[in-house]
């Protein structure tokens, strides 16, 4: 069984930086990328930003590119996400997601439980 562990969301206001952090745990993740998707009340599940397992290819969405920067250990099974110059827009729940194909398709195979971010105006 595969486990997620997302920490690190809160309120913060527009132009602030946030991190978020994911804990793996459950089974090994050699050759499985981790990245971050979000979701708003309403959309369907956005795709943020993903990491390869060697951490030498990432992978943003567009929305989030030049602010947002994704990072990986993969001794500790560990990604982490630094968003920065968040916007109002960017307020949803973020959950981290490990895959095989996550870097070429954007297809997450688990999903941890969320962790909510607010960026107020």
């Known amino acids: 069984q595969v486990h997620l562990a997302e920490s690190g969301g809160g309120l913060v206001q527009a132009g602030d930086s946030l991190r978020l952090s994911c804990d793996a745990s459950?089974?090994?993740?050699?050759?499985?990328?981790m990245g971050w998707f979000r979701q708003t009340p309403g959309k369907e599940r956005e795709f943020v930003a993903a990491?390869?397992?060697?951490?030498?290819?990432?992978r943003y969405a567009d929305s989030v590119k030049g602010r947002f920067t994704i990072s990986g250990d993969t001794s500790k099974n560990t990604a982490v996400l630094q968003m920065n110059s968040l916007k109002p827009e960017d307020t949803a729940v973020y959950y981290c997601?490990?895959?095989?194909?996550?870097?070429?398709?954007?297809?997450?195979?688990?999903w941890g439980q969320g962790t909510p971010v607010t960026v107020s105006s």
């Open positions: 459950g089974r090994t993740f050699t050759g499985m990328s």
């Open positions: 997601v490990a895959g095989a194909s996550l870097i070429s398709l954007t297809r997450a195979d688990y």
């Open positions: 990491i390869n397992w060697s951490g030498d290819e990432t």
